[in-house]
T-cell receptor
Framework: DTGVSQDPRHKITKRGQNVTFRCDPI?????LYWYRQTLGQGPEFLTY????????KSRLLSDRFSAERPKGSFSTLEIQRTEQGDSAMYLC?????????????FGPGTRLLVL | AQTVTQSQPEMSVQEAETVTLSCTYD???????LFWYKQPPSRQMILVIR??????QNATENRFSVNFQKAAKSFSLKISDSQLGDAAMYFC??????????FGAGTTVTVRA
């Protein structure tokens, strides 16, 4: 069990650019979640997938954000036309449906800085 | 939407002593799960302890235990015999049957040697 991995760990971009983050969940986990965490705050839920289906999206997920999980394995989160307010840590988590009370296991996060 | 409130931004504890972190939540559901996560500085979030709402018995994991009061919608975390490695930000989180987690704002725990 290698845990949840995320790539890249850090990203610096200029306002207006597009960025894409990748998350690889724990191999047998069929649910995958994305969160955003700003400094000193708790994570905020963005969206989640069960296998390849995106089942829930938060109102925080504006039109500039899109997430995919095409084969039910890894997932990508893309932010288009980045704004300075998008600067945050983006966390991915995965869980096993029906197991361990649906406990979510988190990756190390991708820290985004928009200049 | 469920809200989770952690009223203590910071707590300090002497090594080997006990500290209790408070958490309250608001929900109209009867079936849900509660979690405490720990996030050390610049490190990833790890699970500390979890509780199912329909279980009366309070969960324990080694030096960590919870006091779950369902009627009061309270879910406090007790850290016994505090160690330097316990220093971190602690988040209380709520999850209904099928949803993402709702987190509180966190409590920063410092451990004095």
């Amino acid at each position: 069990d290698t845990g949840v991995s995320q790539d890249p760990r850090h990203k610096i971009t200029k306002r207006g650019q597009n960025v894409t983050f990748r998350c690889d969940p724990i191999s047998e986990h069929n649910r995958l979640y994305w969160y955003r965490q700003t400094l000193g705050q708790g994570p905020e839920f963005l969206t989640y997938f069960q296998n390849e289906a995106q089942l829930e999206k938060s109102r925080l997920l504006s039109d500039r954000f899109s997430a995919e999980r095409p084969k039910g394995s890894f997932s990508t989160l893309e932010i288009q036309r980045t704004e300075q307010g998008d600067s945050a840590m983006y966390l991915c988590a995965s869980s096993l449906r029906g197991g361990q009370m649906g406990t979510q296991y988190f990756g190390p996060g991708t820290r985004l800085l928009v200049l | 939407a469920q809200t989770v409130t952690q009223s203590q931004p910071e707590m300090s504890v002497q090594e080997a002593e006990t500290v209790t972190l408070s958490c309250t939540y608001d929900t109209s559901e009867s079936d849900y799960y509660l979690f405490w996560y720990k996030q050390p500085p610049s490190r990833q979030m790890i699970l500390v302890i979890r509780q199912e709402a329909y279980k009366q018995q309070n969960a324990t994991e080694n030096r960590f235990s919870v006091n779950f009061q369902k009627a009061a919608k309270s879910f406090s975390l007790k850290i016994s015999d505090s160690q330097l490695g316990d220093a971190a930000m602690y988040f209380c989180a709520y999850r209904s049957a099928v949803s993402g987690l709702s987190f509180g704002a966190g409590t920063t725990v410092t451990v004095r040697a």
